[in-house]
């Protein structure tokens, strides 16, 4: 009897530890209509939608969740984490038209035309993030974006790849074109 008993509370213990395991794992989805929206996470950018991340609870208990897109009102979402379970897993964002634009929300006002010039980053591999002066403002590509002239330090990033950088001077109404190819780490 006592030779059956054993087998039983290790399976019982098996399969308790696969099930914790289990659900507070892994990734949670952001998603939204329309798709390729601006998503920040308690004030960091992180990128666009879709977006598969790895929200981790032991730093923080909340996380609020800005999906923002040009022409679109921005939504805020708070997600927990829950007891055992973790995050939720999917958070699906329906965007209403508007006027709120992702510069209303993440960035100061857009310069008076006559200082601004235009950025074009396209690159391999696609939709790796754009950054500049350090400020996340789209991902490739990213097409006729108004700069204000002046001089900028422009970062293309994906993970698993090298970082791109480079200092830049936009002048007013001059068009700047870069085509960055990403090297493997």
């Known amino acids: 009897m006592e030779k059956i008993k054993r087998p039983i509370k290790m399976k019982i213990v098996w399969l ?32 666009v939608t879709p977006l598969d991340i790895k929200l981790d609870c ?29 995050p939720k897993k999917d958070v699906f964002f329906e965007l209403e038209l508007g006027q709120e634009t992702l510069q209303e929300t993440l960035l100061p006002a857009p310069p008076v035309k006559s ?13 790796s993030k754009v950054f500049l002066d350090g400020r996340l403002i789209g ?23 090298k970082t791109w950088s480079k200092r830049v001077r936009i002048d007013s109404g001059s068009k700047r074109s870069f085509f960055p190819i990403l090297e493997e780490e």
């Open 16 to 47: 308790l530890l696969f099930f914790f395991s289990a659900c507070s794992g892994g990734n949670t989805v952001i998603r939204s209509e329309p798709p390729t929206a601006f998503v920040t996470i308690n004030g960091a950018p992180q990128g």
């Open 115 to 127: 200082e601004i010039g235009t950025l074009e980053i396209k690159s391999i591999p696609g939709e």
């Open 139 to 161: 991902v490739t590509p990213l097409i006729k974006r108004e700069i204000k002239r002046g001089d900028h330090f422009v970062e293309v990033q994906k993970r698993g790849f």
């Open 58 to 86: 032991s730093e923080t208990r909340k996380f609020e969740v800005v999906v923002s897109l040009p022409g679109y009102l921005s939504q805020t979402k708070e997600i927990k984490c829950r007891r055992l379970r973790g």
